[in-house]
C-alpha cells in the first residue's frame, strides 16, 4: 500500500506541474485532466498501481515495443496505453 502512495504522489507532482492541469475523481478514481480533457488516470489492481497517459498516436506507437508498457484494455481510443 505504501508504494502505491508513494507513486500516486509522485504521479499527482508530475502532472499538476503542467499548464492549466487538474485532478478530479471520475469513476472513484483520481484523473487529471487539461479542460476537461483527460490525460492521465490511475486505478489501483490487486497488487499494483495503473497508470494510463493519453498519448499521440505517434508516441503510443513507440511506446508499444517497450517491454513494461501495453495497449490499455479500456481505453477509449487506440492512443491510450497503460504501464505495469
Avoid: N, Y
Wanted: overall charge positive.
Amino acid at each position: 500500500m505504501a508504494i502505491k502512495q508513494t507513486m500516486l504522489t509522485k504521479l499527482r507532482r508530475i502532472c499538476r506541474a503542467l499548464p492549466d492541469a487538474v485532478e478530479s475523481i471520475k469513476w472513484g478514481k483520481p484523473h487529471f485532466c487539461v479542460r476537461e480533457k483527460i490525460f492521465a488516470g490511475c486505478d489501483d489492481a490487486v497488487d499494483r498501481l495503473v497508470i494510463g497517459f493519453k498519448l499521440a498516436t505517434k508516441f503510443g506507437t513507440a511506446s508499444k515495443q517497450r517491454p513494461r508498457v501495453k495497449a490499455g484494455s479500456k481505453s477509449l481510443s487506440k492512443k491510450s496505453t497503460s504501464r505495469k
